[in-house]
């Protein structure tokens, strides 16, 4: 978990989680669009396969992906296996978006 970067600029990250849904990106993009703010969308590998389009506009309108594992499930005292495939999955599914971040 990274809870803050030192920076000399005074920045906010703004971060959304769980997604990408089309009711959250219908009433949130042009909300960022029309303020020019980019943002962090932390996806779940679950959700983007379901909808890779989503994904792929989030892209085309400038932010980021992060990866939120493919099925969200709580990751303690699971194995080092079954962590790396929920990581591995998602970022597949990231990388096919377009995204190179």
Request: glycine share 8%; aromatic share 6%.
């Amino acid at each position: 978990i990274i809870p803050r970067v030192h920076t000399k600029e005074k920045i906010v990250a703004l971060t959304f989680d769980d997604g990408p849904t089309q009711a959250a990106l219908d009433e949130l993009l042009p909300k960022l669009e029309q303020r020019g703010v980019r943002a962090t969308f932390f996806l779940t590998g679950a959700e983007l396969q379901r909808r890779p389009d989503l994904g792929r506009k989030l892209v085309e309108a400038g932010h980021e992906l992060g990866n939120h594992s493919y099925s969200h499930k709580r990751m303690a005292f699971k194995t080092a296996g079954f962590i790396d495939d929920e990581l591995r999955k998602t970022d597949e599914l990231i990388r096919a978006t377009g995204y190179t971040g």
